[in-house]
């Protein structure tokens, strides 16, 4: 048997899996059973509207530098039914404004 070959950066695929972990700004998702690694931002897939557990299918392109995929457009359940992503930035946690980048200057 031979190894498949390895991703290329943004090659793209799609990918049924289940969920794995959910935070507040995106979750993991598989891309073969016991491979968590498709990262799903909440502007594809609001992580409120995603349970450990649930069942996704998404398009993904490959991200070299975090050895992962990235999940792109819509994303749907296992009814088809599309799952809402949510606006950059809304509903994340507040920045704080002593760090780098963060809060209103």
Same mark, same amino acid.
């Given at each position: ?21 959910? $935070? ?34 998404? $398009?993904?392109?490959?991200?070299? $530098? ?28 507040? $920045? ?10």
């Amino acid at each position: 048997l031979g190894v498949a070959p390895a991703p290329v950066q943004g090659e793209v695929q799609s990918f049924t899996g289940k969920i794995t972990s959910v $935070r507040e700004g995106f979750c993991f998702m598989e891309s073969k059973p016991g491979d968590s690694n498709v990262y799903v931002p909440a502007t594809v897939a609001d992580p409120a509207h995603c349970g450990v557990g649930k069942v996704l299918t998404i $398009r993904a392109h490959w991200n070299a $530098r975090n050895s992962n995929w990235r999940a792109v457009g819509d994303c749907t359940d296992t009814d088809g039914q599309v799952v809402p992503g949510r606006e950059q930035g809304v509903g994340n946690f507040p $920045r704080d404004p002593n760090e780098p980048g963060g809060g209103p200057g």
